[in-house]
């Protein structure tokens, strides 16, 4: 069975500080993909990024980072030097085998403080 | 850049009531995915069309069903509403069938049943 794990409920750093979001998943499949999504106050889902089990090349976009080890079944997210705007509940997510729907974490609310 | 639309973006119904709700997807994306979100909860995948047929099916109620017509948009039809239903619905669409596509997410639809 496919599990995404994401232990930390709810985060609240400083504006200009950099926080990590965490992720574990779980499956047996050989080939998956792996997805971070935003949902805003507003309640729209806000596609991050995705990556496929055979790159584990890390990834910087802009202030976003992604560190992804299938080592440690991880997929860890890192905001550098955060902003209010980045407060938002992030879910990280995994789809893989012979299905494509998604499967979601329970989320991590993340508050940015000024 | 062209989004998902959905209609309507929020919706008041009594128990026992029935509600449609309709996904238009992305231009040239022929796959369509439905997922449910309660409150304070991570996404559930409902159901998904490619090509007009049922692809793969969740956790979907038999009081609910879902088409894809000709044109791609799809709708999600939900009889017999019950308290429980209360949620955010989203449709999500990708370029194409497959493990591991993208899916991009609409803004929701709001449903709230009294």
């Known amino acids: 069975a496919q599990k995404v794990t994401q232990a930390q409920t709810e985060i609240s750093v400083v504006e200009k500080e950099d926080v990590t979001l965490d992720c574990v998943y779980e499956t047996r499949d050989t080939t998956y993909y792996l997805f971070w999504y935003k949902q805003p106050p507003s309640g729209e889902l806000v596609f991050l990024i995705r990556r496929n089990s055979f790159d584990e090349q890390n990834e910087i976009s802009g202030r976003y980072s992604w560190n992804f080890q299938k080592s440690t079944s991880s997929f860890n997210f890192t905001i550098t030097a955060s902003q209010v705007v980045d407060s938002a509940v992030y879910f990280c997510a995994l789809s893989g085998g012979r299905d494509d729907k998604i499967i979601f974490g329970k989320g991590t609310r993340l508050h940015i403080l000024p | 850049a062209a989004g998902v639309i959905q209609s309507p973006r929020h919706l008041i119904k009594e128990k026992r009531e029935t509600a449609t709700l309709k996904c238009y997807p992305i231009?040239?994306?022929?796959?369509v995915y439905w997922y449910q979100q309660g409150p304070g909860q991570d996404p559930q995948f409902l159901i998904s069309f490619y090509e007009k047929m049922q692809s793969d099916k969740g956790s979907i109620p038999d009081r609910f069903s879902a088409q894809q017509f000709s044109d791609y948009h799809s709708e999600l039809n939900m009889s017999s509403l019950e308290l429980g239903d209360s949620a955010l619905y989203f449709c999500?669409?990708?370029?194409?069938?497959?493990?591991?596509?993208?899916?991009?997410f609409g803004p929701g639809t709001r449903l709230l049943v009294l």
């Open positions: 231009p040239r994306h022929d796959t």
């Open positions: 999500a669409s990708s370029p194409e069938e497959g493990q591991g596509e993208t899916q991009y």
